[in-house]
C-alpha cells in the first residue's frame, strides 16, 4: 500500500486534508448497476449523531427538498454504531444510498470490494466540483482511477481547553513538551486532572490521537504513514520511544479517562474537573453554544524541532452505494452537496468549529475558527487520523492495545508484540 504526501503548498492549493492511496481496484459504475431505478426519496445513512451536527444535517435535508427536485430520507445512527454496521449496510441487499464518512484509504478499501458507486459523472458534470483542488481530487480518487467521494468539510485536532479556566488557574498554553510537562504539574498541583481522554464507553478511538501525535512529533508524518500502511513494525524501536514519551504523561491523565466516552469527558472539560483534552473540533457539537466563546486550544507541543511540523487535519463528505437504485437521484444530491450553500447550511446549524471543502463557502469565521485554519495552513504535512491513514479494520487493533497500555504501561513490549500480530493479520487480509 502506497501514500499520498501532502506539502504545505499543496494544502494551500485548497486541500482541506490528505488521504492514502492504497493499490486497490475497482468500483462499480452508475450504467453497470443491475437493478431496476427505485422510487421514492434517497436515502441518507448519518453517522452525525451529537445533537448540533444531527440537526445541521436535518437543515440540509430540507434545503435540499426546498430546491423541488428530490427529497431525502435521513436516517441517524449513533457514530460507533455506525461504523461497524458500514460493511453490513454496504453489503446489504438493499441498501441506503448515500453515507457519511471518510475518503482516502477508508473509501478505497470499500472500492476494492466494489461496494462504492463511480462518481466519475458526478465530478465531470458539477461546476463546483470541477473547482476543488488537485489535492481533494486525488483523495476523492480510488487507486482504480474513479471518483468515489464527494467531499464537503475539515477540521482540526489540538489540545483544547476553556480560556476561563486557564486563566482563573494562572496557567498559558505551552509550545514546548518541557513546558507542557510544567503546565501539567501546575495543574495537578491545584487538584486538576491535567489531561482529559475519554477513550472509554464506544470511544476507545480517542486514544488513537495521542499515537499520532506522538508519533508524527517524534518520526514524522512519512513514518506514521507507512506504518499504517505496514511499511514498518508497531514492535520497531520507533514505535516504542513514542510509548516511552507517553509514559511521562500518563500521570497526568484523568483516572476516569478510559472509563469514559469523549462526550462526558467534554463536560469534565468544560467544568473544570480536566484542564485540557487533545480532541477533534468535532466535540463542540457535544458543547453547549454558550460555552463556545470560551473554548480555545493550542497546538501538540513541539518534541523534535528537527521533525517537520504535521497536523491532523481530517476530511469528511460522502459516498454512495454501488447496489443503489437511485443512480440518478444519488448523482443529484451528491452535487448538492459539492455546493457552497450546502457547506455552509451545514456549518451554520452545527457548532460551526469546522472548514468547508468549497472554496467559495465561507466558514464561521469565529477566532476559533480562524486560529484553526491558521494552524493547518502552517504545518509542513497533513495527517487525517490513525483508520484513516489505514482502514477502519486496522483500528479496532490500536483500540487494544493503546487501552490495555493505558491500563498497563509496563506491559507496554508484550502489548506491542501483539498489536503487529494483530494488524499483520489485517495486511494480509
Not at 468500483?27 to 441518507?44: E, Y
Not at 488513537?208 to 514492535?235: M, P, Q, T, V
Request: glycine share 6%; with cysteine.
Amino acid at each position: 500500500m502506497t501514500n499520498l504526501q501532502t506539502s504545505r503548498r499543496r494544502f494551500l492549493a485548497g486541500l482541506g486534508a490528505t488521504g492514502t492511496a492504497a493499490v486497490l481496484s475497482g468500483c462499480v459504475t452508475a450504467s453497470s448497476d443491475a437493478k431496476s431505478p427505485a422510487t421514492g426519496p434517497v436515502t441518507l445513512q448519518s453517522n452525525l449523531s451529537a445533537p448540533q451536527a444531527k440537526a445541521a444535517m436535518e437543515d440540509l435535508a430540507a434545503a435540499y427538498a426546498k430546491k423541488g427536485s428530490e427529497r431525502v430520507s435521513l436516517n441517524t445512527v449513533a457514530a460507533e454504531t455506525f461504523r461497524t454496521q458500514l460493511p453490513t449496510y454496504l453489503t446489504s441487499a438493499n441498501p441506503p444510498d448515500v453515507y457519511t464518512w471518510y475518503p482516502g484509504s477508508v473509501a478505497d478499501a470499500y472500492a476494492k470490494k466494489n461496494l462504492l458507486l463511480d462518481l466519475d459523472d458526478v465530478w465531470a458534470s458539477s461546476p463546483d466540483l470541477k473547482r476543488y483542488s488537485k489535492a481533494l481530487n486525488s483523495l476523492c480518487t480510488s487507486s482504480s482511477g474513479k471518483k468515489v467521494f464527494v467531499p464537503s468539510t475539515y477540521y482540526w485536532w489540538g489540545m483544547f481547553y476553556r480560556k476561563s479556566n486557564f486563566a482563573k488557574w494562572g496557567v498559558k498554553e505551552p509550545k514546548t513538551w518541557d513546558e507542557f510537562l510544567d503546565l501539567c504539574d501546575k495543574l495537578k498541583s491545584k487538584g486538576v486532572a491535567p489531561i482529559g481522554l475519554g477513550a472509554g464507553g464506544n470511544t476507545p478511538w480517542v486514544a488513537s490521537a495521542w499515537f499520532d501525535y506522538l508519533n508524527i512529533r517524534i518520526n514524522g508524518a512519512e513514518y506514521h504513514r507507512r506504518l499504517l500502511a505496514g511499511k514498518h513494525r508497531f514492535d520497531d524501536p520507533e514505535v516504542r520511544k513514542v510509548f516511552d514519551r507517553w509514559a511521562e504523561v500518563l500521570p497526568y491523565f484523568d483516572p476516569n479517562g478510559t472509563a469514559v466516552a469523549f462526550q462526558d469527558a467534554t463536560t469534565a472539560l468544560l467544568n473544570g474537573r480536566t484542564g485540557m483534552m487533545l480532541i477533534g473540533t468535532f466535540f463542540a457539537d457535544a458543547a453547549p453554544k454558550d460555552a463556545l466563546d470560551d473554548i480555545d486550544f493550542f497546538r501538540f507541543p513541539v518534541i523534535d524541532p528537527k521533525v517537520p511540523l504535521a497536523e491532523e487535519a481530517p476530511t469528511d463528505g460522502y459516498f454512495a452505494s454501488a447496489r443503489s437504485g437511485r443512480t440518478k437521484q444519488v448523482g443529484d444530491l451528491m452535487k448538492y452537496l459539492a455546493t457552497a450553500e450546502a457547506q455552509e447550511i451545514y456549518i451554520k446549524g452545527s457548532s460551526g468549529t469546522v472548514l468547508p471543502c468549497h472554496p467559495d463557502a465561507k466558514d464561521a469565521g469565529t477566532p476559533l475558527v480562524k486560529k484553526g485554519r491558521a494552524q493547518i495552513e502552517s504545518a509542513a504535512e497533513i495527517t487525517q487520523f490513525f483508520n484513516r491513514d489505514s482502514s477502519d479494520a486496522l483500528q479496532p487493533t490500536a483500540d487494544t492495545a493503546l487501552t490495555k497500555f493505558l491500563a498497563k504501561p509496563k506491559d507496554v513490549g508484550s502489548i506491542l508484540t501483539t498489536w503487529q500480530r494483530d494488524a499483520q493479520k489485517i495486511w494480509s487480509a
